[in-house]
């Protein structure tokens, strides 16, 4: 049997090309033996009688407080019909622009992983450049690469849309120096090099993870902004599109 889980998950140190549900005290799991279409349908039939609850109530309300003076003319009749199609209008665009906010949230959101990987990364370039510069002096186009590695900064390139360039860049160095190390027995044997290698490696692997995630966040959200009636919401209140990644690796 599936089991849809919802929760905080990490890198499987295992298997680092998924993901695995781990611990976290600040968000609590969603398990159930149901799919996550089933459970959305279950969660949002129950929103819907609500709704269909409050407007039958709200009706009644509106058709009292226009017969309370004993009589009720055909103008009350019309305003009384009215006012449920326009509550209902009301609360169907409140309801799309939550989705949208959301949906732009989580964008956001994997966004800011893919810049906090980025960040350790960029502090485990100095490093490495030290433990690499003595042994590969003669690579001098791998270590002025690294070099260039060691003085970006990941914050700016991420503001000014360059993240997808800088990871791709980061790809190629890092195949480059694994590649010089296995020619080099000192290097490859090196603890040191290799504990540097290791982290490279993982958070390569997250990277590429956390990538997907925002792609695909990415193409959710913007499909949405360009869907009617969302489209209207988002000219309204200036959703922008999410930027997508480069297919190019």
């Given at each position: 049997?599936?089991?849809?889980?919802?929760?905080?998950?990490?890198?499987?140190?295992?298997?680092?090309?998924?993901?695995?549900?781990?611990?976290?005290?600040?968000?609590?799991?969603?398990?159930?033996?149901?799919?996550?279409?089933d459970i959305v349908l279950d969660r949002g039939a129950r929103g819907f009688a609500g709704i269909a609850l409050t407007l039958g109530?709200?009706?009644?309300?509106?058709?009292?407080?226009?017969?309370?003076?004993?009589g009720f003319s055909p103008d009350n009749l019309i305003l009384s019909a009215l006012t449920v199609p326009i509550i209902l209008l009301i609360y169907t665009g409140i309801l799309h622009y939550n989705d949208i906010v959301f949906l732009k949230n989580r964008v956001d959101r994997a966004a800011a992983n893919i810049d906090t990987i980025l960040q350790q990364r960029h502090?485990?370039?100095?490093?490495?450049?030290?433990?690499?510069?003595?042994?590969?002096?003669?690579?001098?186009?791998l270590l002025k690469a690294i070099a260039q590695l060691r003085s970006a900064d990941p914050v700016e390139m991420s503001s000014n849309g360059q993240a997808d360039k800088l990871m791709q860049f980061e790809k190629k160095v890092t195949n480059a120096l694994q590649a010089r190390i296995e020619g080099y027995p000192d290097l490859k044997n090196n603890e040191v090099i290799q504990k540097?290698?290791?982290?490279?490696?993982?958070?390569?692997?997250?990277?590429?993870?956390?990538?997907?995630?925002?792609t695909e966040s990415a193409m959710i959200y913007n499909t949405r902004i360009q869907s009617f009636p969302d489209v209207i919401l988002a000219k309204l209140f200036r959703f922008r599109e999410a930027p997508q990644f480069s297919s190019k690796t």
């Open positions: 049997m599936n089991v849809y889980c919802l929760g905080f998950a990490g890198l499987d140190r295992d298997q680092p090309d998924r993901l695995t549900i781990q611990k976290d005290e600040a968000s609590p799991f969603l398990i159930s033996g149901n799919e996550e279409e109530l709200f009706l009644f309300s509106t058709t009292a407080l226009f017969a309370a003076d004993g502090e485990l370039w100095p490093n490495l450049e030290k433990v690499v510069k003595a042994s590969l002096a003669h690579e001098k186009q540097f290698m290791s982290i490279m490696a993982e958070t390569e692997n997250y990277l590429s993870l956390l990538r997907n995630s925002f």
